[in-house]
T-cell receptor
Framework: TAGITQAPTSQILAAGRSMTLRCTQDMRHNAMYWYRQDLGLGLRLIHYSNTAGTTGKGEVPDGYSVSRANTDDFPLTLASAVPSQTSVYFC?????????FGEGSRLTVL | KQEVTQIPAALSVPEGENLVLNCSFTDSAIYNLQWFRQDPGKGLTSLLLIQSSQREQTSGRLNASLDKSSGRSTLYIAASQPGDSATYLCAVPNDYKLSFGAGTTVTVRA
């Protein structure tokens, strides 16, 4: 069962470069989220989408953008990466109030 | 603002002992609470979702209780096994997102 697929699993990126983290789900859930997880800071919401065609800003949206062209895909773009964006990024979906997570993308910005 | 606290931050027990993990939240006007498990380097796996109308939810050796009036939830894991070693997080709805606790890292010694 695929569920939520994130790519890449891991990436090293030079500061100033752009990067898109991909997230695809096969569960047809309307709501999708991007979180980052950092030691000592826990999980923080970056952006969310309640349904295809709509997006919203979370707690830490600066430096990130998202799009939701269809139900299944919710890519996260870093336009010009900075070292503080080094983190583990998790994509999640929600159905009936329950949240489901992907395996994460580990990003290192040097 | 919803704040979620998990105490203790870490717990080490011998195999076979029952585990008691605590989660407290400041705003009792929640409609559900979710418990997750996270293994090192992995995503979050949903364990139990308790609706606000329920007082507890059970799945195998796991039992979670919810007391909205006191702002507390407890996750019980019966007869712990080394495979239960992981970080356990609780989360509650907070406006358009979930607020997560920092987690309790459990080590079950064989």
């Amino acid at each position: 069962t695929a569920g939520i697929t994130q790519a890449p699993t891991s990436q090293i990126l030079a500061a100033g470069r752009s990067m898109t983290l991909r997230c695809t789900q096969d569960m047809r859930h309307n709501a999708m989220y991007w979180y980052r997880q950092d030691l000592g800071l826990g999980l923080r919401l970056i952006h969310y989408s309640n349904t295809a065609g709509t997006t919203g800003k979370g707690e830490v949206p600066d430096g990130y953008s998202v799009s939701r062209a269809n139900t299944d895909d919710f890519p996260l773009t870093l336009a010009s990466a900075v070292p503080s964006q080094t983190s583990v990024y998790f994509c999640a979906t929600a159905w009936g109030g329950e949240l489901f997570f992907g395996e994460g993308s580990r990003l290192t910005v040097l | 603002k919803q704040e979620v606290t998990q105490i203790p931050a870490a717990l080490s027990v011998p195999e076979g002992e029952n585990l008691v993990l605590n989660c407290s939240f400041t705003d009792s006007a929640i409609y559900n609470l979710q418990w997750f498990r996270q293994d090192p380097g992995k995503g979050l796996t949903s364990l139990l979702l308790i609706q606000s109308s329920q007082r507890e939810q059970t799945s195998g050796r796991l039992n979670a209780s919810l007391d909205k009036s006191s702002g507390r939830s407890t996750l019980y894991i019966a007869a712990s096994q080394p495979g239960d070693s992981a970080t356990y997080l609780c989360a509650v709805p907070n406006d358009y997102k979930l607020s997560f606790g920092a987690g309790t890292t459990v080590t079950v010694r064989a």
